[in-house]
């Protein structure tokens, strides 16, 4: 059953130069569908990740778009000396002069001082906040009871027509993780149904951890059981249906710090699967991905719309016809897979009611 509002999808982005560029060029079909959770991602190696990220924000994030900033694999303590308040408090401050409307994410768990920065934030950016809840294997997160939600409200200060709830049940790698999944998800709506929130996603993640063990030189499909989990979910809903939420192309844990450079590859996202493309590293530089998009252009994989797909698709087409003289790295091949999965699935939700 569906009430109200259409269908939204939620990808729960790592805040990434890749992901950026992704959204910074969403097409206005795909962007009026989206609401994008961007994760704050540790980086020792970078100095100051909020003003990084706020950067990459400030230069992405489309006009009037509210983004969705989840700051909790931070340490809510100051990042650098001589900073005034925590990572919400500091994100609130910069992405504000940057004119870019942010929503924070909180937790139930979160302390008194996070939930006050939290507080402060929805009164500069007039967007409610975001509570998310995991529901994933082995979490040791209980569902909240009625006494612990009035408490977060009244900290927050809002009703919960102002708070986005997103249950979280991680990653799915069987069909047996999906039944259990969408069986816990299901218990959290129906546990927090009380509240009439503005809006519920489940969201779920199942792509692998990383790219090793793939054959190279040929598309391997992985089953998007994220997808398959949120159809379970909508089957068993009595009530309002929630959007659908994903974690792009990636694993929905923080990514390690990889070493060396990977070899040519693309996640491409189909209705039922990923397809995907890892080839091994023979030419100069990263050419073989040249040869890897002429395959992928070449297959059945490519959409009936082509180029005009994506972005992403319009870049791997160039690099099919040989049209750019650089194949890109990591990060472009990250972005293109983006823009495309982003596309797919606001098209699947527009179209067939279905990721």
Known sequence: MRWGKPLAYVPILKGKAGEFSA????????????RPVMELVPDPDVRDVLETF???????????????VDSGALPPARVLDGDSGGPTARLSESLG?????????VRCADPRDVLAEASQAVAVHQSGVCLRLS???????????RGQIRSLLKSLRLEPEEVDLLIDAGPVDSSLACDRLADRALAALKALSPWRWRRECVAAGAFPVNLTGFPR????PVARR????WRRVLSGCHGRSPDFGDFGVTHPWMPVKSRGTPDPNMRYTTPEDWQVF???????GNDDFFTLSADLVDSQHWPAAGARTSWGDAQLKECATRRRTKAGGGTEWRAWATSHHLAVVTTNLATHDCT
């Open 23 to 34: 959204l910074a060029h969403v097409t206005p079909a795909v962007r009026s569908c989206i």
């Open 54 to 68: 706020c950067d990459r924000a400030m230069d992405a994030v489309p006009q009037g778009m509210v983004l969705t």
């Open 97 to 105: 002069l940057r004119g870019v409307l942010m929503r924070p994410v």
């Open 135 to 145: 529901v994933a294997a082995g979490t040791s997160e209980p569902l909240p009871h």
């Open 217 to 220: 030189g040929q598309a391997t």
């Open 226 to 229: 994220d997808a398959q989990l």
């Open 278 to 284: 890892v080839y091994p590293r023979v030419r100069a």
